[in-house]
Nanobody, 116 residues
């Protein structure tokens, strides 16, 4: 059974940092690209960052230079290091992967709130 479990969210002041984790199980983690999405209240879910199976990364323009996506294939875990956080980064953050035959798996999400 494919499972993605996010953790690491919380309340942080503007300019602060958080590291999100996504623990994966039920599939061959090292073989698949992984991504982070986020959804703010009243807005559509948007792609934040994606990392290929080989470790290549791409980012949304809004987070370039502030967020870093990474993966540890030995631990079946993906990370999102978020620095210089802004109030507009407030959202529920989800990890996602697309498996063979186009099956999409999502985590349950973790809340990130940036506020003073």
């Amino acid at each position: 059974q494919v499972q993605l479990v996010e953790s690491g969210g919380g309340l942080v002041e503007p300019g602060g940092s958080l590291r999100l984790s996504c623990a994966a199980s039920g599939f061959t983690f090292r073989s698949y690209a992984m991504s982070w999405y986020r959804q703010a209240p009243g807005k559509e879910r948007e792609l934040v960052a994606i990392i290929s199976s080989a470790g290549g990364a791409r980012y949304a323009d809004s987070v370039k230079g502030r967020f870093t996506i990474s993966r540890d294939n030995a631990e079946n875990t993906m990370y999102l290091q978020m620095n210089s956080l802004k109030p507009e980064d407030t959202a529920v953050y989800y990890c996602r992967t697309v498996l063979i035959a186009g099956v999409v798996a999502w985590g349950q999400g973790t809340q990130v709130t940036v506020s003073s």
